[in-house]
């Protein structure tokens, strides 16, 4: 299997809005069983296709302890909100090593097409309502750091690249003492 690169904050491609899939097929099912590899191996929870370079409306997520309760979504549409307001800490693979306290609806309901193509509808809460909510927004050009103060986005922004230019920019694979990051 292969593992796909994850782009890194400020990429200017995590910014594109992804298209919709037109057709669930094999070529879209080979994207989301590489970007499961690709999450599981930066000890992730969630990942959208554009974190990868694939500007397709593709999300896969797990945040189960055992790793074991695979859950994608194509084409994914929030259908509703709640008004009850969850606040966690966010981190993402996009941002490595950096987390920061977001506030979303405590529960979202969406709309996604399912491995056969056909259209369901989940609803979900806690980590996973914030997860899907997360990387929804990343399908839509937008990172966890645009939900906090310009000044916080800004110090993480010229962290980043100065890792970058140094060739230092911390990875979950590498350093197992990373949290989970969605």
């Known amino acids: 299997m292969n593992r796909l690169e994850v782009l890194h904050f400020p990429d200017k491609r995590l910014r594109k809005i992804a298209e919709p899939v037109k057709k669930v097929d094999n070529e879209i099912k080979n994207i989301i069983e590489q970007m499961f590899f690709t999450m599981y191996e930066e000890k992730g929870i969630g990942l959208a296709a554009t974190q990868v370079n694939i500007h397709k409306r593709i999300i896969v997520i797990d945040v189960s302890e055992n790793k074991d309760k695979k859950i994608f979504l194509i084409n994914p549409e929030i ?10 800490e966010e981190g993402c693979l996009s941002v490595p090593g950096f987390y920061e306290t977001v506030s979303r609806p405590k529960t979202v309901k969406v709309s996604s097409l399912n491995y056969d193509g056909k259209q369901i509808e989940i609803e979900a809460n806690g980590l996973l309502s914030t997860c899907i909510q997360h990387e929804i927004d990343h399908l839509n050009g937008k990172l966890f750091v645009d939900h906090i103060s310009s000044l916080k986005r800004s110090r993480i922004e010229k962290k980043i690249t100065k890792l ?3 060739g230092a920019v911390p990875s979950r694979k590498s350093t197992p003492n990373y949290k989970s990051a969605i």
Do not use: F
């Not at 259908?79 to 966690?88: R, Y």
């Open 79 to 88: 259908i509703s909100l709640s008004d009850d307001i969850d606040t966690m």
């Open 164 to 166: 970058k230019k140094e």
